[in-house]
């Protein structure tokens, strides 16, 4: 299991040393001069050659690409021009909602999809299967930022129980902070879950068609003690993979919902950040994002060697 | 000797075909005909609910809601089926010649796909956006790298079952090169798995289309999109709620239509798959 995942390791690190490779190159050496798309072509000279050097661009790009590297090693990761402060700074306040968020609703994702695909696996071809699956399709479906503005629509403006938006900050207490999250999270938490809920079906379904599920079954172990024993922990293995996979998609969503409720999260900041040609910003950020896909996907397979019963030359 | 039995049309293939060629029909339509010109401003029938002469009600600049919707349609389907042909024209080539010549090719199209996948289609957009300015075409080539990184992922996994197979060593021990093979045999027997997940795709790029437009990164006015329809209705959700109630009820008929294609061409094209469900 170790071999396998420091395998694993080495391999999203690659991926992960890709990703600020592709990023930098489309940003920094793509456009040919930064500073003139941040700045437009009305921009004083002199402010060019400001930004110039601020963003280092007098020196090679692989010498600009080594220190970019090692800031991110180091959690310097340069200064917004549009803030004009550190992009860790920055990315530190908006974490604090953006981890919390995507968190929560793949936490509310996995509670409300694994009982609802057994659920149906146990009611195959019954009423309570065809509600779930259609649930499952009307889910994929649904975009998740019209899901989020009918959560509005509905909790915001005709009942008025939660805020239609905005972040009153932690330190106004956890109870109004986790209030202004509730609506978003289940807005990302709800596709995720038809999706997850209908892969928790098909694979117990699968399950309980294999000859080792027969043989408990026949030597005398109740239908608990199969699911349990035998159901559960192999159904579990492509649910988490698909969980893992989901996951990009959640940052995703989490960009677009963040806007959807006007949270100040990360989502929201390079959003903004393009609006404002603050490239310094969208290049920190955008691989933050994709670093931190790579570094769940890296937890996924380490549950997923962690749970899977079939031995390991065989997964 | 019996017949073989006849093949009956899988009802997800049925409801999912009548409610593309649905939105399809409404598309094209609205190249020669809408109740009303969708992008004429009328300042004085602003956020009409929803009667006669507007079925659909008027936005916050008097647009007719319906005309737009129609024309949205075909935005929305034409950057969606660009995207999908795209992830087609990139992710099926390198696919089939990643399984036909195992190796460093074959493990840089595999890094590769783990690439695109760290970088949802939205965080991609942005970084285009940022580079090129907000466009339907920069929504294409976002959405459409996401594309060809599954598309690549999928067809090589398909390919390199079939090329196990023994008609396909047979092939290449009766003198056929990789790439002949790989067209006349290999192509046709994984030709199924695309065009399934091509569908799913598809599906995939109308939601991600929607988004971006939300967003304000893809179709630009003043040409109708249903994301942008639903970020206006949004700013208007305390007096005209309706109108954030259709653009997103178009946008889920037509992903609905679309998952529901892919999910019974699968029953149809591996009916393994099918067998297996019904048990």
């Known amino acids: 299991m170790t071999a396998f995942l420091v395998r694993r390791l080495l391999s999203l690190a690659f991926t992960a040393w890709l990703a600020t490779v592709a990023v930098f190159v489309v940003l920094e050496v793509v456009p040919g001069d930064p500073a003139l798309l941040m700045l437009g072509t009305e921009a004083r000279p002199d402010t060019l050659e400001a930004l110039r050097a601020q963003l280092g661009l007098d020196r090679p790009a692989p010498v600009r690409y080594a220190e970019w590297i090692g800031g991110l090693l180091t959690g310097d990761l340069g200064v917004s021009v549009t803030y004009n402060r550190p992009v860790a700074e920055l990315v530190a306040e908006r974490l604090v909602i953006t981890v919390p968020l995507a968190l929560g609703a793949l936490a509310l994702s996995t509670l409300l999809a694994l009982p609802l695909g057994l659920f149906a696996a146990s009611r195959h071809g019954r009423a309570g299967d065809w509600a779930v699956m259609a649930f499952g399709q009307l889910g994929i479906a ?174 | 000797m019996t017949a073989p039995p006849r093949r009956s049309w899988p009802p997800s293939l049925v409801a999912g075909g009548v409610l593309t060629l649905l939105v399809v029909a409404v598309a094209l339509l609205s190249l020669v005909w809408t109740p009303h010109e969708p992008e004429r401003v009328r300042v004085l029938a602003r956020l009409r609910p929803p009667g006669p002469g507007h079925w659909l009600g008027t936005d916050h600049f008097g647009r007719d809601v319906l005309s737009m919707l129609m024309a949205g349609a075909r935005h929305s389907l034409a950057v969606a089926a660009a995207a999908v042909a795209v992830g087609l024209a990139v992710g099926v080539p390198l696919g089939l010649a990643a399984a036909a010549r195992p190796g460093w090719g074959d493990e840089a199209v595999a890094r590769g796909a783990d690439l695109l996948f760290a970088f949802p289609a939205v965080l991609t957009a942005i970084l285009l956006t940022a580079l090129l300015g907000p466009g339907a075409l920069n929504a294409v080539l976002a959405i459409g790298a996401f594309n060809a990184a599954v598309l690549a992922r999928v067809t090589r996994g398909a390919a390199r079952q079939v090329w196990r197979r023994e008609f396909v060593r047979a092939a290449l021990a009766l003198g056929r090169g990789p790439g002949g093979a790989t067209l006349v045999h290999v192509l046709p027997n994984v030709a199924g798995v695309i065009v399934v997940q091509a569908t799913i795709l598809f599906a995939v790029a109308i939601l991600n289309e929607a988004a971006l437009s939300y967003l304000g990164l893809g179709v630009q006015p003043p040409a109708p999109s249903w994301g942008r329809m639903l970020g206006d209705a949004q700013t208007h959700l305390f007096t005209s709620p309706l109108q954030a109630v259709f653009p997103g009820a178009a946008i889920a008929v037509a992903v609905l239509g679309l998952n529901l294609l892919g999910d019974g061409l699968r029953d149809l094209l591996d009916p393994r798959h099918g067998a297996a469900r019904v048990t």
């Open chain 1, 142 to 315: 649904v975009p998740g930022f019209w899901f989020a503005i009918l959560l509005i629509l509905v909790f915001a403006v005709e009942l008025g129980w939660l805020p239609a938006g905005g972040f009153p900050g932690w330190s106004a207490g956890a109870g109004p902070a986790l209030t202004a999250l509730l609506l978003p999270a289940v807005a990302l938490a709800v596709p995720e879950a038809a999706i997850l809920a209908r892969v928790t079906r098909a694979a117990v379904l699968d399950t309980l068609r294999e000859d080792y599920v027969r043989t408990a079954r026949a030597k005398g172990l109740g239908r608990r003690a199969v699911l349990g024993r035998h159901v559960l922990p192999n159904a579990l293995v492509p649910v988490v993979t698909i969980l893992g996979l989901q996951f990009a998609f959640l940052v995703g969503g989490a960009v677009v919902v963040e806007n959807v409720f006007q949270l100040p999260g990360l989502g929201r900041l390079v959003y903004q950040a393009v609006g404002q040609r603050d490239l310094v910003v969208v290049r920190d950020v955008v691989v933050l994002l994709a670093l931190f896909v790579v570094a769940v996907n890296l937890l996924v397979d380490a549950a997923h060697a962690a749970i899977d019963p079939r031995p390991r030359g065989a997964a």
